[in-house]
């Protein structure tokens, strides 16, 4: 009896090894793919949290560098407006000296063409006064009696309307008047000494943009 008791214990306890068994190692291998299954998730959120800094900071560099450009490009055009004056300015004065020089010469001018040409150069230099005060610099027109082109223009002006003044007299006589008056040229020598003030006032204006160059 004992034995036959033995033999039934022997195989109900070979028969529970053979069934919990095979349990066990599916509820070790179910936890196992539970851990890894945890572990990918994590890692995806993680990846994805570096994709999301990354492209906050790819962001990032990109603004900063499209307002450094624009910086760039905003300091260049005010740079170029201030070339512009300056460019517009010694046309004005060389149209003044070679006046002069021609009448000095004996050479007449038409007074249309003296016209026609000085009032497109004081235009254009209104035009690129204009253009410098959408910096905030203070500039006055060719007529104006403020600002920083004031005396410039004031000067430039004068020595313009003197010519005029002999230009007109030799059209009506046929004869420019030889010597060249005194105060016409008292006139010129007067805007070329304004315009030499002014291109120091140029230069400070370019080296507050770090734009030294010589005007």
Known sequence: MPTLVGA????????????????????????STAGLQEQLRLHELRLEET????????????NAHERELEAVRAAQARVDRIVCLRLVGSAWMQAILTTLDRLE???QK???????????????????????????????????????????FAAMARATEALRAVVVAAART????????????????????????????LFE???????????
């Open 8 to 31: 039934l214990v022997g195989v109900l306890t070979t028969g529970l090894v053979g069934w919990f068994g095979p349990l066990r190692l599916q509820r070790r291998q179910a936890e």
């Open 51 to 62: 994709r999301t800094r990354n492209a906050l900071e790819l962001q990032r560099l990109q």
């Open 105 to 107: 010469a004996g050479e």
């Open 110 to 152: 038409e007074p249309g063409a003296f016209d026609e040409e000085f009032v497109t150069l004081r235009r254009e230099a209104d035009e690129a006064a204009a253009r410098l005060m959408l910096d905030g610099v203070w500039v006055s027109s060719a007529d104006d009696e403020h600002g920083m082109t004031a005396p410039l």
């Open 174 to 201: 046929g004869v420019v008047a030889d010597p060249v008056p005194a105060e016409v040229r008292e006139a010129v020598r007067g805007a070329e000494v304004a315009r030499e003030r002014f291109r120091t006032t």
């Open 205 to 215: 204006l370019l080296a507050a943009e770090g734009a030294l160059r010589r005007v």
